[in-house]
């Protein structure tokens, strides 16, 4: 088999085979294919396309490139929810212990992140002793013991997907679905799970700008996870505003905290209850109604926190922080941000609000930048909400007061005024089963 053939194949708009695909990425892993003929193929690929039979099969060859981390001695059904990101979405810190509290297993391997805010395992590190580098069986024994373990990755998994995900970023290619899919499905089955709950994110804050392209990334993603064996199920959400009122390592902990304690943002809180739900309905745990109604019941009688409790104390963190949130640490300087006239805020720009939290040192620009776990933006008005000249929008936490000026221009430009009260729309947009 020669790259060049499979090039040309692609190239004059014809389906790959499996095995031309796993050459391909085998290759790619192995080095015996040079970038410029991989960047060649993904051009290919990106012009032509590819059917959904050639996607899962470069999915199933992605999700086979690299190590696995057996799960075999955890019992009972695992699940886990994977977001295509975005700003403030802070859902895995409630929903994974929320589902633990019924009995399902989350074992879940999650990544720091890059640019806007930190990635799950960065939130959970701002609880102080927090370990998310917990050896292969102590991850294992967590999940036996409480239900749920979250970790950072550790392992090559899906080795393929990081060599190609490099090269599509260089060579314009990241944005087209065979490759979006499977990217995101061949780490997703890597990890082996049986029920995966997909939040496909739509809008601003996304790299999906439109619910028709949103539902058919997700349709596409939910038929090949089916294909695996899975039971499968993706939700399409509104990334056109930021989720919930905190942007921040820390500051998201908390409002999960306060979710879990019944007194979240109504947005936030509502998104958590429908991915628990439906996590539970896929586990067979009774009807829709019966589900929701225990997705509710679970953030407001206090047995998602009381799991949150048990995990943080079985990865090394203080609990304590659960009841006092100074022991968070403080960011030494806060900042409140004004309204300029007397408006309804018509949108605002979620990526906008996103970089706005990253100058202030919550994100980070490349992955050897360190974090600053208490930096971030507290949102005090959002889409929808009509403001008075000189009321707060937002307040601003740094340990650096000089970002404050370019934080706050960043913030206020991707905000939106207006004299007319903007159309209202619903945070869940559509639903994939
Ligand atoms: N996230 C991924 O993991 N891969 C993509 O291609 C896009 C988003």
Do not use: W
């Amino acid at each position: 088999m020669r790259m060049y053939d499979i090039i040309r194949k692609k190239r004059d708009g014809d389906a790959l085979s499996a095995e031309e695909i796993r050459f391909f990425t085998e290759g790619i892993v192995d080095g015996s294919i040079p970038d410029y003929q991989a960047a060649a193929l993904c051009m290919a690929i990106y012009l032509n396309g590819m059917n959904r039979e050639e996607i899962a099969q470069l999915t199933f060859a992605i999700r086979d490139s690299g190590e696995r981390l057996d799960l075999s001695a955890i019992s009972g059904i695992r699940a886990d929810k994977h977001s295509t990101g975005g700003v403030g979405d802070k859902t895995s810190l409630v929903v994974a212990p929320a589902v633990a509290s019924f009995g399902i297993k989350v074992a879940k391997v999650s990544g720091r992140g890059l640019a806007h805010t930190g990635g799950t395992v960065d939130k959970l590190e701002s609880i102080p002793g927090f370990r998310t580098n917990l050896s292969d069986s102590e991850f294992i024994d967590c999940v036996n013991n409480v239900g749920a373990a979250i970790i950072g990755q550790t392992r090559d998994v899906a080795p393929a997907d990081k060599k190609l995900y490099a090269l599509r970023d260089v060579t314009a290619t990241v944005d087209t679905l065979p490759l979006i899919v499977s990217s995101i499905m061949g780490k997703k089955l890597a990890a082996d799970d049986d029920i995966i709950i997909l939040d496909v994110k739509c809008g601003s804050g996304s790299f999906n700008k439109t619910p028709q392209i949103s539902r058919e990334l997700a349709q596409c993603m939910v038929d090949i996870g089916k294909k695996a064996g899975k039971k499968m199920l993706a939700l399409i959400t509104d990334m056109d505003r930021p989720l919930g009122c905190a942007i921040g390592n820390a500051l998201e902990v908390i409002e999960a905290i306060e979710t879990m304690k019944g007194r979240g943002p109504e947005d936030f809180t509502r998104l958590c209850e429908v991915l628990i739900s439906n996590t539970l309905y896929l586990a067979g745990k009774g009807s829709r109604q019966d589900c929701d109604d225990m997705a509710k019941a679970s953030l407001s009688d206090g047995s998602a926190l009381e799991k949150f409790r048990e995990m943080i104390i079985a990865q090394g963190g203080d609990p304590l922080v659960i009841d006092d949130y100074d022991r968070f640490g403080k960011a030494k300087y806060s900042h409140a941000v004004l309204a300029p006239k007397s408006a309804y805020i018509s949108s605002v720009n979620a990526e906008g609000y996103g970089e706005a939290s990253l100058i202030l040192g919550a994100g980070r620009n490349t992955m050897e930048e360190s974090i600053d776990p208490c930096a971030g933006i507290i949102l005090k008005k959002n889409t929808g909400d009509f403001v008075k000249e000189g009321e707060e929008i937002a307040v601003l936490y740094s340990e650096d007061k000089e970002k404050f000026a370019d934080s706050e221009k960043k913030l206020l430009s991707s905000t939106c005024f207006s004299s007319e009260a903007p159309k209202k729309k619903p945070l869940i947009l559509d639903m994939v089963e």
